[in-house]
């Protein structure tokens, strides 16, 4: 694979700006090519899949929109795209645009309403919503990367690929970029995205890759490049972060705490500096649902530090550590699409003859501009016994420990030819038993923070009184349950069985609806 950038063969330039002209012309000329549709009548879904078998063009849509059971009568004329579409949604407020090999149906909102006789008129905001699945399994994405393209603006998929954002009227001219590693960037209006709870697929990426091409590459070498490159690819100035934090302690798959938080982050710059990160709490709330004989009550420790931690640029992870080199076996595994450029896959572990836990896991590493993009990474299961609690509050004395599995999750995003972090998790299993206890407990805990907002103009640290108790135990630190916690801030949308398990325990929850306008 010829990395972005490079000088190509001119008859194979020539061919593939043949080939995006071809691509072109049938984009735009896909809602008035003419289909013959066979049968009767049809269900509107299947003569939407019919229309994508004849013309190779996936459909993103509202289900609200389509009625999927509606019979569409099918004449004995062909028809155009436009026309089967008309007949299908029966509604003339739908629009239809056509990008890449998509076919986006949504209703367009309303005009934004002409300046008032206010000074200055307060900022008019649309949520924008949906799920970010595989276009060929229909199965949800976690964690795919969704950005306002020109802005600092952006959030994550949760578990189940749901995502919300809040966007101002400015944003409605921009386009929502959605990226998964292995899979073809999505870009998308925004204008189309208000009002509409959209499922957006995703198309895979395959690049073959000659054995030969990844053997001839040096992974320190590689590595080598990325630290030196850190400067120049993530800042040399202070940055402000806004971002959603959450952190959660599961007991048999039922949530004991769970605590949330709107946050501020002032970035120290990744160039050398004794600057350390700052962190403030703006918003809020927690949950508990533990009973008053339970002795067995575990804690998250410093979570919000330990999501500080896991920007590997600012804090240089070990295994990218010239330093662990001789700790570590690294190996270039594949290379594959990300963010719309390629990146090395590097795969490392610790040598065998290293008995203490280390790390393991893969770094996706950009190959024009070497800046990590991804890191995903976990305590060697081999060695896991001796990590202890160190993640957790202590456990009573009666209580014995095992660790299960600690995972954890780093991912960049570029932003004005910067790239800043996005997205940190980390996830701890482990099995708990009392001395007299016959069978043992089995906790799962979380925590994440995922950045909504990110600037650079005029940035500066926060006074000492402002900042967050970061190495405390966060769940502690929070009186009560904020009903009004939202505000005009974005959070991360939670998942499915943690709502369900929410409402079991009588928990207010009119903001985590589909569309919380306020």
Excluded at 252 to 272: F, G, L, N, T
Excluded at 467 to 492: K, V
């Amino acid at each position: 694979m010829r990395p972005t950038g490079s000088r190509g063969n001119p008859a194979i330039l020539v061919a593939g700006l043949l080939l995006l002209s071809l691509n072109s012309f049938s984009q735009e000329n896909v809602l008035d090519r003419e289909l013959k549709l066979t049968g009767n009548s049809t269900p509107a879904s299947r003569a939407l899949s019919e229309v994508s078998r004849l013309t190779g063009f996936l459909f993103t849509y509202d289900s609200q929109i389509i009625n999927a059971d509606r019979a569409f009568v099918i004449p004995r004329y062909d028809m155009t795209v436009r026309e089967i579409l008309d007949s299908v949604t029966g509604d003339p407020a739908v629009r239809y645009s056509v990008i890449g090999r998509h076919i986006i149906l949504y209703r367009e909102i309303a005009g934004t309403p002409a300046d008032d006789t206010l000074a200055e008129p307060a900022p008019l905001t649309f949520f924008i919503s949906g799920r970010i699945t595989d276009a060929e399994s229909s199965e949800p994405l976690p964690y795919a990367t969704i950005g306002i393209s020109s802005r600092g603006r952006g959030t994550v998929t949760n578990i189940n690929g749901d995502f919300i954002l809040r966007v101002s009227v400015e944003c409605l001219e921009d386009t929502l970029s959605v990226s998964y590693v292995g899979y073809v960037n999505r870009r998308i209006p925004v204008r189309s995205l208000p009002g509409n709870y959209m499922t957006i697929s995703m198309d895979r990426d395959f690049i073959p890759i000659p054995e030969i091409i990844i053997r001839a590459q040096d992974p320190l070498l590689i590595i080598r490049k990325t630290i030196s490159s850190v400067a120049s690819n993530y800042g040399t100035t202070p940055a402000l972060l806004t971002g959603f934090y959450r952190e959660g302690v599961y007991r048999r798959k039922e949530p004991q705490i769970y605590s949330e938080a709107v946050v501020q982050i002032y970035k120290s710059p990744y160039a050398r500096s004794l600057q350390t990160d700052q962190m403030k709490v703006l918003r809020s709330r927690k949950i508990e649902n533990l009973e008053a004989k339970d002795t067995l009550a575990v804690r998250l420790k410093a979570g919000l530090s330990a999501s500080l931690s896991l920007d590997g640029m600012r804090h240089l992870f070990d295994f990218l550590d010239p330093e662990s080199f001789n700790s570590y076996e690294y190996h270039l595994t594949d290379i594959v699409t990300i963010d719309g450029q390629t990146a090395f896959v590097i795969s490392f572990s610790q040598k065998n003859w290293v008995t203490e836990p280390l790390m393991q896991g893969d770094i996706y590493i950009d190959v024009d501009n070497y800046s990590v993009v991804l890191a995903e990474f976990e305590v060697n299961p081999l060695f896991i016994d001796q990590t202890g609690e160190s993640l957790i509050s202590r456990l009573p004395r009666d209580y014995s420990m095992k660790p299960e599995y600690v995972r954890y999750r780093a991912r960049y995003r570029q932003v004005g030819g910067r790239y800043c972090l996005s997205h940190v998790r980390g996830d701890l299993g482990f099995l708990a038993r009392g001395k007299k206890k016959l069978f043992s407990s089995r906790f799962n805990i979380f925590f994440e923070l995922a950045v909504t907002d990110y600037r650079t103009d005029n940035v500066e640290r926060f006074d000492h009184e402002e900042l967050a108790p970061a190495y405390s135990i966060f769940s502690r630190t929070i009186n009560g349950y904020d009903a009004e916690f939202w505000q005009d801030f974005d959070f991360l949308k939670p998942e499915e069985d943690l709502v369900e398990a929410l409402q079991k325990l009588n928990v207010r929850l009119g903001e985590f609806g589909r569309n919380p306008l306020p």
